[in-house]
């Protein structure tokens, strides 16, 4: 089980730290802040994809999640049903944390507010 987490773990560090030097070396790339800026604006959409496609991976996947805690012989049932219990909780909550902060919908709020005539 050990050796399982450490090579997860391994690969998620590796594919984390090939993201960050690619992103460092394209920022190197760009000579300017404006053009920097018009990359993150264009990748904007892709990221947002991601993160509900992450949140819709773990919906998926959550009913094998407690195998990876509990173990092969996980049979407490009641664990089982609690974890159960949480899985739409959970995915409800990273989805409002998704579309308030990572969609900015307190800014778009505010800026729609500040817009009406006083």
């Given at each position: 089980?050990?050796r399982r ?6 690969v998620?560090?590796?594919?984390g ?6 992103a ?5 790339e760009l000579?300017?802040?404006s053009?920097v800026a018009?990359?993150?604006e ?10 509900l496609?992450?949140?819709g991976?773990l919906a ?7 195998a ?8 407490d ?14 995915v ?5 944390i998704e579309?308030v902060l ?5 800014g778009r709020?505010l800026?729609?507010i ?5």
């Open positions: 089980m050990r987490w450490f090579l997860t773990l391994s998620v560090t590796v594919i730290v090939s993201a960050i030097g690619l460092l070396w394209q920022a190197v000579s300017s802040l053009s018009e990359r993150v264009t990748v904007k959409p892709h990221l947002s994809a991601f993160r496609a992450v949140i991976l998926l996947t959550w009913p094998r999640l407690p990876l805690w509990t173990g092969a012989c996980g049979d049932r009641q664990a089982y049903e609690r974890w159960m219990a949480l899985r739409w909780r959970v409800v909550c990273l989805f409002v579309s990572g969609q900015s919908l307190v709020f800026s729609a500040s817009s009406f005539p006083a």
